[in-house]
């Protein structure tokens, strides 16, 4: 295997279990790594620290293990059988009233560069780097092994998510049986999910404990639920008696989805979508909502994009705190990784300062357990929220 050595002292982020080497910290490599290569990563007195794929890039070496194993189709087996212990510990696998999950969560399940998530019989991976792209059908396969009979098919969906300059070649594609895109199940609500057509892996699972909490805030409230895109918060706040609720969404598609899934669900709902763009929308109404979910796309996906970001958060904030009922409450959400939640919170501040009004934050919100975070890599932390009740 190439062997990877580090600067002096470069060694004691991986000492500390932090999964990435940056191109910086290494002296040098012996051999010639091709991306996706597994290689073995040294201090600079040659003391054996980690195994990882190899990436051109500011991330040289993402870590699998830090300890001198063979990474074969038993130690796939193992991180998978893993990760599902802790989704059944948390309660969201093998539950009959739920089948949709994160089963791996990247960094946060010690396994960087992968995503797969479970639409009840449909696993769907989305690759980030090219080391897991390069063992696709071998993780197909472990799941396979993992879930046997449960399991019909793996949807491979890395297109646009590995780095282009890999020129990797990666198509979104079945590389195990075949679906189609089918009704789940989160915490007994019904919801379409089309991993093939839709955004990201088809569905956000990462919001289902804050639609929970909506919907236990949500009777008797009028409820607007901004970039709903298939409508999961607007499901949730019916189900917990809102006396009205819109849904807003630019995409003619998510509001399409919208409607299905609150009409799957309920036989009769106080409930309109919406396809508009939601700074208008903002605009344009008045105080008629009590409830207002602001769960905007990533605002800014890369550093350079920050203060523009920063800017949009405080924006949008200022129009829904500044609109919303007396008594109101503001669900507030970023899921920006380049911004912290700190940044957040002071744009969401500075947006709340505008209002005039007087705000308190009754929840301080964040991803689910199956969106893990490894305590020593903190940056996995990407989903920030706030419940923020204005009078
Ligand atoms: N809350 C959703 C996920 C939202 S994803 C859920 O729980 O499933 C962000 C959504 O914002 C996408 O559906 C996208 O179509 C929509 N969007 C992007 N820009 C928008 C804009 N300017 N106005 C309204 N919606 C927008």
Known sequence: MVKIILKPGKEQSVLRFHPWIFSGAIKKTEGNPAEGDLVEVYSANDHFLAIGHYQIGSITVRIIS???????SGFWYQKLHQAYQVRKTIGVAE???????????????????????IYNDTAVMQMHSVGMFRIR?????????????????????????????????AKNEYVLGNSQACEILEYNNKFM????EGQKTGFFIDQRENRKLVESYSKDRCVLNMFCYTGGFSVYAIRGGAKLVHSVDSSDKAIELTKHNVASNFADANHEAFAE???????????KYDLIILD????????????NALQGYKRINAKAISKIKPGGIV?????????????????VFSGAAMSKRSVRILHQLTQPADHPVSI???????LKGLALYVE
């Not at 197909?140 to 098919?153: I, P, R, V, Y």
């Not at 763009?277 to 105080?287: G, R, S, V």
């Not at 905007?296 to 203060?307: E, M, T, Y």
Request: aromatic share 12%; proline share 5%; glycine share 6%.
């Open 66 to 72: 830090f300890e001198q194993v063979a990474i074969d």
């Open 95 to 117: 539950n009959p009233h739920n089948n949709v999950y994160r089963l791996i969560h990247g960094e946060g399940d010690g396994l960087p560069g992968l995503i797969i998530d």
């Open 137 to 169: 059908h071998i993780l197909a396969q472990t799941l396979k092994d993992l879930f046997g009979d449960n399991l019909k098919a793996v949807y491979d969906k890395s297109e646009s998510t590995i780095p282009f300059k890999a020129n990797t070649g």
């Open 193 to 196: 999910v089309d991993w093939v």
């Open 277 to 287: 763009d939601a700074f208008e929308y903002l605009n344009k109404i008045d105080d």
């Open 296 to 307: 905007p796309p990533a605002f800014a996906k890369h550093h350079d994009a920050l203060s």
């Open 331 to 347: 669900f507030t959400f970023s899921c920006s990784q380049v911004v912290n939640k700190d940044q957040f919170r002071q744009a």
């Open 376 to 382: 020593y890599h903190p940056e996995g932390e990407y």
